[in-house]
């Protein structure tokens, strides 16, 4: 079958708002994919197994065999699969590549071993499988609370990124960040509230400072963000953090504006990229 696109995502604003009593913090966050996507052949097989540009993520713990092996299991005759993942996503720095790729292939397989589960049955796999593979399941652009799995659906503003990768591939970041997090980052919810008002009408956001309620714990953990920040701001962009970082991205109306700043950085030796924002219209993996 033809390559199944699985798209990454930013964070256009993203604050934490407390911590719940099941040891989840509460979130509101508008989450946006972006034209930069890993891609996925799959074809059905005797038994499951995974390749990837990546020798190191071709293993069972990729949440894209995980996945799978969640969808298989409602299924009697326990189908395979022979899954070729290209990773092009940076790896653990705030894009949501694994959680993508995972809701890539659950809407795949769902199709290819003809399970043919509904959308709400696919997404109660995806939430067992992390908050995000729910919004990618969706796409486009969603306003996410509760710990991101309760979306909202939103327009997609029509935009251009710059993402620079401070230092990508920290082992277990995320769960060293929510850890780091204190009562002092944490933010009433209505600076994201705002930002997904402008969204709605159609407010420009190019100039618009994202909040993070993670850059203390990010810049602390990963001080090289600086350095990246501070090439967007000499070029006249502002800098904002992808997730729990380490990646930044900056917005703008046009492309050669971003490719500005992708090219500056990449002078420097940093890791970027250019990319647009994607509707959920023009995903090409839709349930």
């Known amino acids: 079958m033809p390559g199944i696109l699985a798209y990454a995502k930013v964070n256009l604003g993203l604050e934490i708002v407390g911590k719940r009593s099941d040891g989840y913090h509460e979130l509101r966050t508008i989450m946006q994919e972006v034209s930069l996507a890993d891609r996925l052949e799959i074809e059905p097989a005797s038994d499951l197994s995974i390749t990837c540009n990546q020798p190191d993520l071709a293993n069972e713990t990729n949440l894209v065999m995980r996945a799978a092996e969640a969808l298989r299991a409602v299924s009697p ?30 809407v795949a397989l769902n199709r290819i071993w003809g399970i043919n589960l509904g959308h709400d049955s696919l997404a109660a796999i995806a939430r067992r499988l992390g908050a995000d593979v729910s919004f990618f399941l969706q796409g486009g652009t969603a306003l996410a609370s509760g ?82 920040a501070s090439i967007f701001s000499r070029l006249g962009a502002t800098a904002s953090l992808c997730g729990a970082g380490p990646a930044v991205f900056g917005l703008f109306a046009h492309e050669g504006e971003a490719r500005r700043v992708r090219d500056e950085l990449s002078a420097q030796g940093i890791e970027a990229y250019t990319a647009h924002t994607v509707s959920k219209n023009e995903r090409a993996n839709e349930p």
């Open 77 to 106: 005759d326990r189908p395979g699969a022979r899954i070729r993942l290209e990773k092009r996503i940076p790896v653990a720095a705030g894009l949501g590549g694994g959680s993508s790729d995972a809701a890539a292939a659950l």
């Open 147 to 228: 710990i991101g799995d309760e979306l909202t659906p939103l327009p997609a503003p029509t935009l251009w990124l710059t993402i620079g990768v401070a230092r990508p591939g920290v082992p277990d970041k995320t769960r060293r960040l929510y850890a780091a997090l204190e009562p002092r980052d944490w933010s009433s919810g209505e600076a994201v509230a705002r930002i997904a008002a402008a969204i709605r009408v159609g407010d420009p956001l190019e100039t618009t400072v994202l909040p993070s309620g993670f850059a203390r714990v990010a810049w602390s953990l990963f001080p090289e963000i600086d350095v990246v």
